[in-house]
């Protein structure tokens, strides 16, 4: 006997594809708001954790602010540093809970994926002591790299969940392939551009949690002798020895490394990802190509704007929002590439492009005798 399949598990599942959907734009709005936090110096706006100066939210009170300077006598109460703390720990907290009601759900259905939830809640627990050592470490800066990247990688698999979830909801028919074989090289260079942008992100963060980001004001690498003042150990991930990070601990001359170093990175990112859009226009997928285009042209305008203008705090905040979104097209590209038609080298992918194009080309040859044969009038 056959097992019997429910109806239920036949139906497409709309309430887990609605939840994973909104648990990522709140996703996103944790990234916004993480990065407001830390341009605005809140990183510190509460001393302690997961509390503020010893409250569950901010001291607003003179009573409270009192009791609150007697704790934390070295750490003056920033009521407005301390609200932008606060509000990132909030939504942060509230995005938590969300991954907790999507594992809830997806182990109440057998066919529902269970591995991906399960890794997004390990991700968000580490991201809760990440966050908790950002203060406890006054802003060491690989543990603020490290939480940058983490926020990055839930709003990822988060996408990569709704993707699953939304190409399983539709029918066969529109889920099925089409179009011509994807050369295996296409296939290559997407997932290159997708390591070349993260690493470029995670070079970014480190740019950021150095406070190296404004060292440099001219285009297109340095006003300064960058090269003879290069220092590798700009880059050592552990730098102990300091009560506090904030506002930096490296000279000057590390720090112009470090931002040299993601300036240079980003010429490179581009000629990746120019690369891959020219790539993906040649086979056809120019929708694809055109969105790629317009994500990185929007990433490199905000960026000379953000060196031009001195770091304006809406256009640094919309740069990190530009490297999740580039980050996350370059993710789409990648997923859609491995769901389509069967990989093909690249002499096959030419050799078929050919015959296809010479097919169409004798089928209008064909329907354009018909119809003249059809309009010449028959004698007798």
């Known amino acids: 006997m056959f097992p019997m399949v429910s109806s239920q598990s036949r139906q497409p599942d709309r309430l887990l594809t609605w939840l994973v959907g909104l648990t990522f734009l709140l996703a996103v709005t944790v990234i916004a708001l993480g990065a407001y936090t830390r341009l605005t110096e809140a990183g510190l706006g509460c001393p302690d954790w997961p509390g503020c100066y010893g409250f569950l939210s901010v001291p607003q009170t003179d009573a409270q602010h009192a009791l609150a300077q007697q704790a934390f006598p070295d750490h003056p109460v920033e009521v407005h540093k301390a609200r932008n703390e606060m509000l990132h720990r909030y939504v942060a907290g509230s995005l938590g809970l969300l991954i907790l009601a999507i594992n809830m759900l997806a182990w109440r259905r057998s066919d529902r994926p269970r591995r991906l939830p399960l890794v997004l809640l390990g991700i968000v627990f580490g991201q809760a002591m990440l966050g908790m050592w950002t203060v406890t470490m006054a802003l060491k800066p690989v543990v603020v790299m490290g939480h940058l990247l983490g926020g990055f990688t839930t709003a990822s698999l988060l996408l990569v969940l709704w993707l699953r ?86 000279n000057f001359d590390q720090r112009v490394s470090i931002h040299a170093a993601h300036r240079i990175g980003a010429m490179i990112t581009t000629l990746v990802v120019l690369l891959l859009g020219w790539r993906l226009w040649r086979i056809g ?39 999740l979104c580039l980050l996350l097209g370059m993710l789409t590209i990648c997923l859609a590439l491995y769901r389509a038609r069967p990989v093909v080298s690249e002499e096959s992918a030419a050799i078929l492009s050919q015959s ?3 097919h169409d080309r004798l089928a209008g040859q064909r329907s354009g005798q018909g119809t003249l044969n059809a309009m010449t009038p028959k004698s007798g």
């Open 285 to 323: 997928w120019r929708r694809h190509a055109m969105a790629v285009m317009l994500l990185l042209a929007v990433q490199a305008g905000l960026g000379v704007t953000n060196v031009l203008a001195s770091l304006p705090l809406p256009v640094a905040v919309a740069h990190n929002l530009g490297g």
């Open 165 to 250: 979830l939304v190409n399983a909801n539709r029918t066969a028919s529109r889920a099925r392939a089409t179009g011509a074989p994807i050369p295996f090289g296409v296939r290559r260079l997407a997932v290159a551009a997708l390591v070349v942008v993260a690493l470029q992100i995670a070079l970014g963060g480190w740019t950021a949690a150095n406070y190296a980001a404004v060292v440099c004001t001219q285009l297109p690498v340095c006003e300064v002798d960058w090269v003879s003042k290069f220092d590798i150990t700009a880059f050592e991930p552990w730098q102990p020895g300091f009560q506090t990070y904030q506002y930096g601990v490296l």
């Open 356 to 358: 296809t194009m010479n």
